[in-house]
């Protein structure tokens, strides 16, 4: 090859490269930095998605079986046997049934210092506090949830009715109420004593009357989101706190009775009709009439209404001293009743089901017709796990009381705590002080730690 003819193929070579070499796409600097910043974008939304996903979704909850150390189904009497009462934060063994109660108040003499109501919980989500409320002074007592002791009187707070204070379901430090005078929906921080008005009721439902839950009043929705409530006895509502969303219900009788949010927040109870959630009626429960309740939740995890029934339901069945309704299908089946060998529903008895961490799982206190604890159920505490096909009662002790000397207030009104664990009750206790002062108690379970 002629000198002329290598130096023209190196000329053609080197254009060739040159040209190649500019004709490769770059991303000036500005742009390459905005490419950058959208991949990033994207990735912190798509991670902001999913940490949402993660805090929406429902924790699986572990379950206790708390029923170790007792017998299921014991029909036998165990008659309730004289014993002294215990020192304030002192025990007793219940010589009928084996159980450990120890004594949480030291009420006077005449003095009244028992739990709120067996429908609201007593214990915050996770049993570090607990509310007591002494009526003499007409105060709430803030305790130690695990050892009794005495914090203070939340004499900073005036909820619209003594049982009408809500423990959060997951923040163990707050608690929700309706000022009585008002009418603003607080949420109260016990830590910090402060207060964070979120909404008033008065205002948005456009009522100039009370404001209250009422009558029958229930927890607020496990998720701590729905409250009800009722204007006087003209018209009910209930309120959404994350969406801001006021409901209305279109009532025949308010019947001074606030429509209850159903553990799940699908749908609400009253007067024996389940409401949906934008407050229309959707079926009723198979109730001959409204008695002591307590909603909840049943063995794997569906919303329950437990009641006592006096008499079969409109459809038939549905009568004992626990009555479970399966709230979604609409169908009830006992706990406790007559076709298990138990006696007919006993007066004064009182359910609850408001154990969070441990669904399925009950409580109640039963007076009795003779009130002496001879004879099975009288005067007795029990547990129940409720699972249809698969009911395990427990009876855990007599709790001693009585109204002779304080009316409503000498009921026991058993509370289960949110695990399950430990049930407490009010009595005047039966036997040398019978009569002279209401405290209150706890049943410790052996599963309690």
Known sequence: MKISQMFTLALVLFFFLNCSEDDTITTPPEEQEQVESDADN??????????????????????IDISAGLPANDLENHPMQDVA??????????????????????????????????????????????????????????????????????????????EQIFWDFNNPDIFFYIDRQSSDLIKYSVSSKSK?????????????????SGNDVQMMSWNSDIIGFRCDNTSAFAYRIST?????????????????????GNGFYHGTQIYNTTGGPEKALNESGIEHSCLGKLVGGGDAHYAIAFSEGPQGGCLGNIIAHDIAIGECFPVISESQGYPYPLSGTHISAVSHKNPGWVAASMMGYDQDGQSLLDQELVIARVEKGNIQVYRIGHHRADEDEFDYWGEPHAVISPTGTRVIFGSDWSGDED??????????????E
Request: proline fraction near 6%; glycine fraction near 6%; charged fraction near 25%.
């Open 196 to 212: 964070d008005v979120l909404v008033n009721l008065a205002e948005i439902s456009d009522c100039s009357g009370n404001i209250g």
């Open 85 to 162: 009462k215990p020192g304030y934060l002192q025990t007793i063994i219940d010589p009928s049934f084996g159980t450990t109660i120890r004594r949480i108040s030291n009420a006077a003499n005449g003095q009244v210092i028992k739990p709120m109501y067996s429908t609201i919980q007593a214990w915050n989500s996770d049993e570090t506090y607990m509310i007591l409320y002494d009526q003499g002074n007409g105060v709430h007592q803030l305790l130690n949830g695990m050892d009794y002791t005495f914090i203070r009187n939340l004499d900073d707070i005036s909820p619209d009715d003594l």
């Open 42 to 63: 994207e990735e912190t939304d798509a991670k902001n998605e999913a940490e949402n996903e993660d805090e929406t979704k429902e924790e699986p909850i572990e379950t």
């Open 244 to 264: 801001n969303e006021l409901i209305s219900f279109n009532l025949n009788d308010v019947e001074y009775t606030a429509p209850m949010p159903l553990p799940s």
């Open 435 to 448: 009569g002279k002062s209401v405290d209150t108690y706890v049943v410790e379970l052996p599963a309690f």
